[in-house]
């Protein structure tokens, strides 16, 4: 059962941005890590970025969408963002936000694993194409 609701997918030119929102359904998700996965066709999920709970900032990207990508938080609006600019036809799949199955942090750096199951709920497509 799937605690988030993910927004804000859509067909996007190469190049081009868009901004992902993951809103809470009946779940607080301010003190919660919450880490964005996507699906590519055909492969298997994979972490795409994570964000600690709590006040704090810190923040994890995977290589591939580092300096592209950006994770964000609103905790008024209990709504976590993607804001992923300069896309590229490979960053197209389906996006997911869930909190992650394991953390590893420490002074500062984060890495978030995505949960055993296979609660991924709806998710967001978003295409990168021309």
């Known amino acids: 059962q799937g605690q988030f609701v993910e927004s804000g997918g859509g067909l996007v030119e190469p190049g081009g941005s868009l901004t992902l929102s993951c809103s809470g359904s009946?779940?607080?998700?301010?003190?919660?890590?919450i880490a964005w996965f996507r699906q590519a066709p055909g492969k298997e999920h994979e972490e795409v970025s994570c964000?600690?709970?709590?006040?704090?900032?810190?923040?994890s990207y995977a290589d591939s969408v580092k300096g592209r990508f950006t994770i964000s938080r609103d905790n008024a609006k209990n709504t976590v963002y993607l804001q992923m600019n300069s896309l590229k036809p490979e960053d197209t799949g389906v996006y997911y936000c869930?909190?992650?199955?394991?953390?590893?942090?420490?002074?500062?750096?984060?890495?978030?694993?995505?949960?055993?199951?296979?609660?991924w709920g709806q998710g967001t497509q978003v295409t990168v194409s021309s």
């Open positions: 009946g779940f607080n998700l301010d003190s919660s890590h």
């Open positions: 964000i600690a709970g709590g006040t704090g900032g810190r923040s």
């Open positions: 869930r909190v992650p199955g394991f953390v590893q942090s420490f002074g500062g750096s984060l890495k978030c694993f995505k949960p055993d199951d296979d609660d």
